[in-house]
T-cell receptor, first 112, second 115 residues
Framework: GESVGLHLPTLSVQEGDNSIINCAYSNSASDYFIWYKQESGKGPQFIIDIRSNMDKRQGQRVTVLLNKTVKHLSLQIAATQPGDSAVYFCAENGGGYNKLIFGAGTRLAVHP | EPEVTQTPSHQVTQMGQEVILRCVPISNHLYFYWYRQILGQKVEFLVSFYNNEISEKSEIFDDQFSVERPDGSNFTLKIRSTKLEDSAMYFC?????????????FGPGTRLTVL
C-alpha cells in the first residue's frame, strides 16, 4: 500500500549544529515530495519541496535530498536554531494525485 | 504574504450535532483541500476540491462529510452528525494548480472537540 513512514522519534540537537531528519516512502509512483514544519497548535508550514527528477534541492539553511533507489528523503537544517524546534513531516503525492500522504513526523528539539 | 485562514479556531460540539468548519483559501488558488490530524497522529487527507466539485476523497470522507464553496472566497467542511472520533484538528489547504505537484499551503486549523 501507499505510505510515507516515519517512526516518531525525537531528534535532539545543540543550537548551531546541523540537523538531519529522515523519511522513507513506499510509493514508487510518487514524483513530488514536500517537507512541512508544524509548531505546536499551528498548521503545517511549507519548508521545501523536490520533484523526482532531482536528487537535491537547497533553500535557505535547508537542503532536501531524494534517493529514489532506496525511496528515502532527508531534510538537512544547517546551523539549527531554537526557532527550528517543531515536528517535521515529509509528504508525498502518491504519483500525481490531488492529495498528500504524510509521514508520522519527527520532533526536533533544539537545546541552547 | 497571502495565507489560508480558518474559523473558528476551536469548536466544541455535542455528539450528533452538525458542525461547519470554514476556510478562506489563498485568493488566486484554484484547488482546495481538507485534512485532519487526530491528536498525536499524522496528518490525513480527507478531500480535494476543484471547479466546484470533489476531485478526490479518502475513505474517511464518508456520507457524513460534505464540502462546499458557497461563494468566491469561502470553502467549508460540514460534518452532519458528529461522532466522538471526529475530534481532531482540521486543516484546510489550497494550491495554485493541481496535478499533485503544486505546493499546498495550510491554514492554522480548527480544533474540533466532540463531547
Amino acid at each position: 500500500g501507499e505510505s510515507v513512514g516515519l517512526h516518531l522519534p525525537t531528534l535532539s540537537v545543540q543550537e548551531g549544529d546541523n540537523s538531519i531528519i529522515n523519511c522513507a516512502y513506499s510509493n514508487s509512483a510518487s514524483d513530488y515530495f514536500i517537507w512541512y514544519k508544524q509548531e505546536s497548535g499551528k498548521g503545517p508550514q511549507f519548508i521545501i519541496d523536490i520533484r523526482s527528477n532531482m536528487d537535491k534541492r537547497q533553500g535557505q539553511r535547508v537542503t532536501v535530498l531524494l534517493n529514489k533507489t532506496v525511496k528515502h528523503l532527508s531534510l538537512q537544517i544547517a546551523a539549527t536554531q531554537p526557532g527550528d524546534s517543531a515536528v517535521y513531516f515529509c509528504a508525498e503525492n502518491g504519483g500525481g494525485y490531488n492529495k498528500l500522504i504524510f509521514g508520522a513526523g519527527t520532533r526536533l528539539a533544539v537545546h541552547p | 504574504e497571502p495565507e489560508v485562514t480558518q474559523t473558528p479556531s476551536h469548536q466544541v460540539t455535542q455528539m450528533g450535532q452538525e458542525v461547519i468548519l470554514r476556510c478562506v483559501p489563498i485568493s488566486n488558488h484554484l484547488y482546495f483541500y481538507w485534512y485532519r490530524q487526530i491528536l498525536g497522529q499524522k496528518v490525513e487527507f480527507l478531500v480535494s476540491f476543484y471547479n466546484n466539485e470533489i476531485s478526490e476523497k479518502s475513505e474517511i470522507f464518508d456520507d457524513q462529510f460534505s464540502v462546499e464553496r458557497p461563494d468566491g472566497s469561502n470553502f467549508t467542511l460540514k460534518i452532519r452528525s458528529t461522532k466522538l472520533e471526529d475530534s481532531a484538528m482540521y486543516f484546510c489547504a489550497s494550491s495554485d494548480t493541481g496535478g499533485g505537484t503544486d505546493t499546498q499551503y495550510f491554514g492554522p486549523g480548527t480544533r474540533l472537540t466532540v463531547l
